[in-house]
């Protein structure tokens, strides 16, 4: 799970809600549809002090909605949550330390494990993980520059991979949406100058082995500004968003009265570990002028059908200009689905609500969740269905929607 993490002075300038980020958890592309077990529900409450709780809970069904947090799990900060095997797992925002939760006879949850970073140097748990199988994790750690391999059933480090050459002098390092597939674990590399109102050019996804602890090769392309989350088609091609870290190398252009290169789709052929010279396609060329300020989500992983949050200028109000955050927490963006084919085809999902900028969603059964909340006390949680191209109101909940996991898979 992915977010936003600006210097003091950047952080002061914005708003508690723009402050968001897209978070993201790093889902396994292997998670197979739920077979009737409880879920898993996170939410994150900021308080008028822009003080960050997570909750947890277990679910029976969607239907059960609206969602307090009267019964979840209350953890400080903003962590970051997976699930799998009949266990969730809480990174904690606080201290390093992953807690493993599973249902106990009651139809509670209990801890049931705990795993610290500590040693390794970290103060918290990083935006960039993902499950790989049921004995296989990954935790990057961008302070740090390492990509923590660790067990989830017995808890325990099974070592580490070096990322030191991911670190660019004057920017900030961040992993996260880092997801996996197939076995290897595809890292999203994006570096940030808050202070300096810079974003670095360049689009970057590191593709790791966790069982040879290797990095088996770095993707690099200049063709656009920082890549995230890849998504994969049935034919094994890996899609990479360059969304200029969420519109920030635009909305810094703006400012600044410069010029910053359009969003961008690329891609990585299947068994290569570079971006393909030939496929390159910008994302205004899709949407007829409109930037993507969302990284690429999927419903169905490895169908090649990914969905992102596209910015409209005109429907922000009179004397805003998108030139500071602030402008993230107007409705001026809309979901579009995106058909990662050659050449990509992009449109507008049916139903979708104009909206803010929050968190990023959750692939679930099939679909796509995407909460919609204008203030962070209730999240409107919409359903979105890749075959029909709809979006429909789901349920409601408490606080801002982090995700929606199945315990089982």
Same mark, same amino acid.
């Given at each position: 799970m992915k977010t936003l993490f600006l210097n003091q002075s950047a952080r002061a300038a914005t708003l508690s809600l723009v402050a968001l980020s897209l978070a993201a958890c790093g889902a396994d592309d292997g998670d197979p549809e739920p077979d009737g077990s409880a879920f898993v529900l996170s939410s994150v409450v900021i308080d008028a002090d822009g003080n960050r709780t997570t909750y947890v809970q277990t679910i029976s069904s969607l239907d059960d909605g &609206?969602?307090? @947090? %009267?019964?979840? +799990?209350?953890l400080p900060g @903003?962590? $970051?949550?997976?699930?799998?095997?009949?266990?969730?797992?809480?990174g904690l925002a606080e201290e390093p330390t992953w807690i493993r939760f599973s249902p106990d006879q009651d139809g509670g949850i209990a801890e049931s494990g705990r795993l610290s970073l500590l040693n390794l140097g970290a103060t918290r748990i990083d935006y960039g993980n993902a499950l790989v199988d049921a004995e296989t994790a990954v935790? =990057?750690?961008?302070?740090?520059?390492?990509? =923590?391999v660790w067990n989830p059933?017995?808890?325990? +480090?099974?070592?580490?991979?070096?990322?030191?050459?991911?670190v660019q002098e004057? /920017?900030?390092?961040?992993?996260?949406?880092?997801?996996?597939?197939?076995?290897? $674990?595809y890292v999203p590399a994006r570096w940030s100058d808050w202070a300096g109102g810079r974003i670095r050019a360049g689009v970057s996804t590191t593709i790791i %082995? &966790?069982?040879?602890?290797? =990095?088996?090769? $770095?993707?690099e392309d200049d063709r656009c500004a920082s890549g995230g989350r890849v998504v994969f088609d049935q034919?094994?091609?890996? /899609?990479?968003?360059?969304?200029?870290? @969420? /519109?920030?190398?635009?909305?810094?252009?703006?400012?600044?009265?410069? +010029?910053? &290169?359009? @969003?961008? +789709?690329v891609r990585i052929p299947p068994g290569e570990t570079d971006f393909e010279a030939e496929f390159f396609h910008t994302i205004p060329a899709l949407t007829g002028g409109l930037q993507s300020i969302t990284e690429l989500e999927t419903a169905r992983p490895g169908t090649g059908v990914g969905f992102a949050k596209m910015f409209y200028p005109d429907e922000l109000p009179d004397g805003v200009e998108p030139v500071d955050f602030g402008f993230w927490g107007y409705p001026a963006h809309k979901l579009w689905r995106i058909e990662l084919t050659d050449p990509p085809t992009a449109r507008a999902v049916n139903g979708a609500p104009f909206s803010t900028i929050g968190f990023a969603?959750?692939?679930?059964?099939?679909?796509?969740?995407?909460?919609?909340? &204008?203030?962070? %006390?209730t999240t409107a949680v919409y359903e979105i269905d890749p075959d029909a191209n709809t979006a429909a109101l789901r349920f409601s909940m408490d606080g801002y929607f982090n995700g929606l996991y199945a315990l089982s898979r």
């Amino acid at each position: 799970m992915k977010t936003l993490f600006l210097n003091q002075s950047a952080r002061a300038a914005t708003l508690s809600l723009v402050a968001l980020s897209l978070a993201a958890c790093g889902a396994d592309d292997g998670d197979p549809e739920p077979d009737g077990s409880a879920f898993v529900l996170s939410s994150v409450v900021i308080d008028a002090d822009g003080n960050r709780t997570t909750y947890v809970q277990t679910i029976s069904s969607l239907d059960d909605g &609206p969602f307090t @947090n %009267d019964a979840a +799990i209350e953890l400080p900060g @903003n962590g $970051v949550v997976m699930a799998g095997g009949g266990h969730f797992y809480v990174g904690l925002a606080e201290e390093p330390t992953w807690i493993r939760f599973s249902p106990d006879q009651d139809g509670g949850i209990a801890e049931s494990g705990r795993l610290s970073l500590l040693n390794l140097g970290a103060t918290r748990i990083d935006y960039g993980n993902a499950l790989v199988d049921a004995e296989t994790a990954v935790s =990057v750690l961008s302070e740090q520059a390492i990509a =923590v391999v660790w067990n989830p059933a017995t808890m325990e +480090i099974l070592g580490e991979v070096d990322l030191g050459f991911l670190v660019q002098e004057g /920017y900030s390092l961040e992993v996260w949406t880092t997801t996996a597939h197939d076995g290897l $674990v595809y890292v999203p590399a994006r570096w940030s100058d808050w202070a300096g109102g810079r974003i670095r050019a360049g689009v970057s996804t590191t593709i790791i %082995d &966790p069982a040879a602890m290797s =990095v088996v090769g $770095v993707a690099e392309d200049d063709r656009c500004a920082s890549g995230g989350r890849v998504v994969f088609d049935q034919a094994g091609y890996a /899609y990479v968003m360059g969304d200029g870290r @969420n /519109y920030s190398i635009h909305m810094f252009a703006n400012a600044g009265g410069a +010029i910053a &290169p359009d @969003n961008c +789709i690329v891609r990585i052929p299947p068994g290569e570990t570079d971006f393909e010279a030939e496929f390159f396609h910008t994302i205004p060329a899709l949407t007829g002028g409109l930037q993507s300020i969302t990284e690429l989500e999927t419903a169905r992983p490895g169908t090649g059908v990914g969905f992102a949050k596209m910015f409209y200028p005109d429907e922000l109000p009179d004397g805003v200009e998108p030139v500071d955050f602030g402008f993230w927490g107007y409705p001026a963006h809309k979901l579009w689905r995106i058909e990662l084919t050659d050449p990509p085809t992009a449109r507008a999902v049916n139903g979708a609500p104009f909206s803010t900028i929050g968190f990023a969603g959750s692939t679930f059964d099939g679909y796509l969740y995407s909460g919609e909340s &204008p203030d962070g %006390d209730t999240t409107a949680v919409y359903e979105i269905d890749p075959d029909a191209n709809t979006a429909a109101l789901r349920f409601s909940m408490d606080g801002y929607f982090n995700g929606l996991y199945a315990l089982s898979r």
